[in-house]
């Protein structure tokens, strides 16, 4: 059975691979990749907590399955759309400036 060791062990791993990438990659639109795995491993944390510790009273009142994990993950997924958004029009700009996506060129704002 898949208890919330499983979940929270797979959210490390997906956080841990995030993190790497977003620290070691020299191109801009890998990191913010790097960046939304990041975001999904925070999203399967906070929903596996929200599955897995919800109190028994409150299962055998049938109230069932607390939303507070499932709605801390909507803001969640609402701020990595808006990041994604932002992000890539930064990146857009910067390379109509630029011609390039690599990070180490990007250290001027100006040309």
């Given at each position: 059975?898949i208890?919330?060791?499983?979940?929270?062990?797979?959210?490390?791993?997906?956080?841990s691979?995030?993190?790497?990438?977003?620290?070691?990659?020299?191109?801009?639109?890998?990191?913010?990749?790097?960046?939304?795995?990041?975001?999904?491993?925070?999203?399967?944390?906070?929903?596996?907590?929200?599955?897995?510790?919800?109190?028994?009273?409150?299962?055998?009142?049938?109230?069932?399955?607390?939303?507070?994990?499932?709605?801390?993950?909507?803001?969640?997924?609402t701020?990595?759309?808006?990041?994604?958004?932002?992000?890539?029009?930064?990146?857009?700009?910067?390379?109509?400036?630029?011609?390039?996506?690599?990070?180490?060129?990007?250290?001027?704002?100006?040309?």
């Open positions: 059975m208890g919330l060791t499983h979940y929270l062990v797979f959210s490390g791993i997906i956080l691979i995030g993190v790497y990438g977003a620290l070691t990659k020299r191109n801009a639109i890998a990191v913010l990749m790097c960046i939304e795995l990041v975001f999904n491993a925070v999203t399967i944390a906070l929903i596996s907590f929200a599955r897995y510790t919800v109190p028994l009273s409150a299962q055998e009142q049938g109230l069932g399955i607390l939303l507070t994990g499932q709605v801390f993950a909507i803001f969640v997924i701020v990595a759309a808006a990041e994604v958004a932002l992000g890539l029009a930064i990146v857009l700009a910067i390379y109509r400036n630029r011609q390039t996506v690599h990070i180490t060129e990007m250290n001027a704002l100006k040309k």
